[in-house]
């Protein structure tokens, strides 16, 4: 079988590297990006919903929406009906440096899928969204406390 999660792992690893660099003039550092993009697509998301979204632990995506917060990317406000429940918003300068991001990664997405055709660029999406999904279950699964067998 080929190493099709090597060859994943390291595209994700490169462009996570690029991106770090890119973006750290902006003092966006260490994947921090990534919860902004989402914050912003998704105004007054959850900070579970986003470690979620994202396939991170509760810890880190506390971490990354810490360091947001106090760079001023973005801001965090009660929920109307549940005082407990804290919704995640851009602030101005979250939404300033958004357009920037998204840049960036439509950029990359055009560099990866060079000399595909419109049919194999969709057919590889759908594939890796499979892939996703049959990791997703086992993420789940771990994340809960179980083990896996292998």
């Given at each position: 079988?080929?190493?099709?999660?090597?060859e994943?792992?390291?595209?994700?690893?490169?462009?996570?590297?690029?991106?770090?660099?890119?973006?750290?003039?902006?003092?966006?550092?260490?994947?921090?990006?990534?919860?902004?993009?989402?914050?912003?697509?998704?105004p007054?998301?959850i900070?579970e919903?986003?470690?979620?979204?994202?396939?991170?632990?509760?810890?880190?995506?506390?971490?990354?929406?810490?360091?947001?917060?106090?760079?001023?990317?973005?801001?965090?406000?009660?929920?109307?009906?549940?005082?407990?429940?804290?919704?995640?918003?851009?602030?101005?300068?979250?939404?300033?440096?958004?357009?920037?991001?998204?840049?960036?990664?439509?950029?990359?997405?055009?560099?990866?899928?060079?000399?595909?055709?419109?049919?194999?660029?969709?057919?590889?999406?759908?594939?890796?969204?499979?892939?996703?999904?049959?990791?997703?279950?086992?993420?789940?699964?771990?994340?809960?406390?179980?083990?896996?067998?292998?």
């Open positions: 079988m080929k190493e099709i999660l090597r994943i792992g390291m595209i994700a690893r490169a462009l996570d590297s690029i991106s770090n660099i890119e973006f750290k003039e902006y003092d966006l550092t260490k994947g921090q990006y990534l919860y902004l993009v989402r914050i912003c697509e998704n007054g998301i900070q919903k986003l470690a979620e979204v994202i396939k991170v632990d509760r810890t880190t995506t506390a971490r990354a929406i810490k360091k947001l917060e106090m760079n001023g990317f973005i801001e965090k406000k009660e929920d109307q009906h549940n005082k407990k429940i804290k919704k995640l918003f851009p602030t101005y300068k979250g939404k300033h440096v958004y357009p920037l991001i998204k840049r960036e990664n439509d950029y990359s997405n055009r560099v990866a899928l060079a000399g595909f055709s419109e049919s194999e660029a969709e057919s590889l999406f759908h594939h890796l969204q499979r892939v996703r999904k049959n990791i997703e279950k086992d993420w789940e699964l771990v994340k809960k406390g179980n083990k896996r067998n292998y």
